[in-house]
């Protein structure tokens, strides 16, 4: 959930390279490590959304699930709805 979390903070944490993990979430996952990353973001979103019963504010529920900022969130909602949709 940390909205600054890039692949190499994921190579050092796995002790591999940046090649072998991004190749790893593409074969595993079908998708980049970012499409990856705001995928589990955008399913923590709802997981709050659910919890919260609708008293938190969309903003602060983005912010929660590790989007950088509220118009991150709703941009990354807009390109992936179809995709997420699925998970």
């Not at 940390?2 to 002790?15: K, M, Q």
């Not at 919260?52 to 590790?66: D, R």
């Amino acid at each position: 959930l940390d909205p600054g979390l890039r692949i190499t903070d994921l190579v050092e944490a796995f002790h591999t390279n940046r090649s072998y993990l991004s190749s790893f979430i593409n074969r595993v996952y079908g998708v980049n490590f970012s499409c990856y990353i705001n995928r589990l973001r955008m399913q923590e979103f709802e997981s709050l959304r659910r919890r919260s019963g609708g008293t938190i504010p969309e903003e602060e529920l983005a912010s929660q699930a590790g989007f950088e900022n509220y118009q991150r969130y709703l941009r990354v909602k807009k390109i992936s709805s179809n995709s997420f949709s699925s998970y």
